[in-house]
């Protein structure tokens, strides 16, 4: 698993930043998992999105 800490731009369109979490899974040499997460009002991770990477032979 490799995590990337980072800021952006809050959903809110407030222009303040809000920190991310990008987490790659590695579940094989033909399949990863890209999963993004960003902290709620209460400061919990919400998970938004998925995304999901096939390696075709």
Same mark, same amino acid.
């Given at each position: 698993?490799? @995590?990337?800490?980072?800021?952006? *731009? ?7 930043? =809000? *920190?991310?979490? #990008? ?15 960003? *902290? #709620?009002?209460?400061?919990?991770? =919400?998970?938004?999105? @998925?995304? +999901?990477?096939? +390696?075709?032979?």
């Amino acid at each position: 698993m490799l @995590t990337l800490d980072t800021e952006g *731009p809050s959903f809110t369109g407030d222009g303040s930043l =809000v *920190p991310y979490l #990008d987490i790659i899974e590695i579940e094989s040499d033909d399949y990863w998992a890209l999963k993004s997460r960003a *902290p #709620d009002k209460e400061r919990t991770w =919400v998970e938004f999105m @998925t995304a +999901h990477y096939r +390696h075709k032979t």
